[in-house]
């Protein structure tokens, strides 16, 4: 079973700024098997990249997804207040999906 | 649009079985090649993978940490698939979500629409 390690924990940043969030997998993993998730109280998850690149339908430019292998980075160009959540990246195998532990992103 | 409802019984006595239910609207469930999940969140904790169905109902995959006691169903003539989790514990308490899984050739794999949730305590 794949163990998805989110880093940071927790990201202190203010509005403007640039966050980057990292997803390493225990081992080698598809990319079209890791997506991003936006998670903010008593809302349902929101589905941010899929494939480990691609926009979902609706999500804004400044949201991206990048790596390969075991190493994946979320990046948030520049925060808009809207975007303080706790994001989580998930694994989808071959009969098991996983997901990290969540980075959660708070304001400075 | 696509729609997920969860519904339960909120409050579960321990060693008793949890059963939930995700009324699916805007689309059927057996339509495309699908597969349909449940995830929870547990008190200050993360998003845990619980099960998925797929295929109609004919091939089920169940977290390794759960599997002894969770099954999972489709009903397609009520657009609903169900979880139903026994011999609950407060480790159990937690809000449950349903999911559609959904894959595409070009973005992979996700879940893309996501119930609102539905928060099950887990008391005597």
């Known amino acids: 079973e794949i163990v998805l390690t989110q880093s940071p924990g927790t990201l202190s940043l203010s509005p403007g700024e640039r966050a980057t969030l990292s997803c390493r997998a225990s081992?080698?993993?598809?990319?079209?098997?890791l997506a991003w998730y936006q998670h903010k109280p008593g809302q349902a998850p929101r589905l941010l990249i899929s494939?480990?690149?691609s926009r979902a339908t609706g999500i804004p430019d400044r949201f991206s997804g990048s790596g390969s292998g075991t190493d994946f980075t979320l990046t948030i160009s520049r925060l808009e207040p809207e975007d303080f959540a706790v994001y989580y990246c998930?694994?989808?195998?071959?009969?098991?999906?996983?997901f990290g532990q969540g980075t959660r992103l708070e304001i400075k | 649009q696509l729609q997920l409802q969860e519904s339960g019984p909120g409050p579960v006595k321990p060693s008793e079985t949890l059963s939930l239910t995700c009324t699916v609207s805007?689309?059927?469930?057996?339509?495309?090649?699908?597969?349909w999940g449940w995830i929870r969140q547990s008190p200050g904790k993360g998003l845990e993978w619980i099960a998925s169905?797929?295929?109609?109902?004919?091939?089920?995959y169940y977290n390794p940490s759960l599997r002894n006691r969770v099954t999972m169903s489709v009903d397609t003539s009520k657009n609903q698939f169900s979880v139903k989790l026994s011999s609950v514990t407060a480790a159990d308490a937690a809000v449950y979500y349903c999911?559609?899984?959904?894959?595409?050739?070009?973005?992979?794999?996700?879940?893309?629409?996501w119930g609102q949730g539905t928060l099950v305590t887990v008391s005597s």
């Open positions: 999911a559609r899984r959904y894959y595409h050739t070009l973005t992979g794999y996700s879940f893309d629409y």
């Open positions: 805007g689309g059927s469930i057996s339509s495309g090649s699908h597969c």
């Open positions: 169905i797929c295929n109609s109902g004919s091939t089920t």
């Open positions: 081992q080698s993993v598809g990319s079209n098997y």
């Open positions: 494939g480990a690149s």
């Open positions: 998930q694994h989808f195998g071959t009969s098991v999906a996983t």
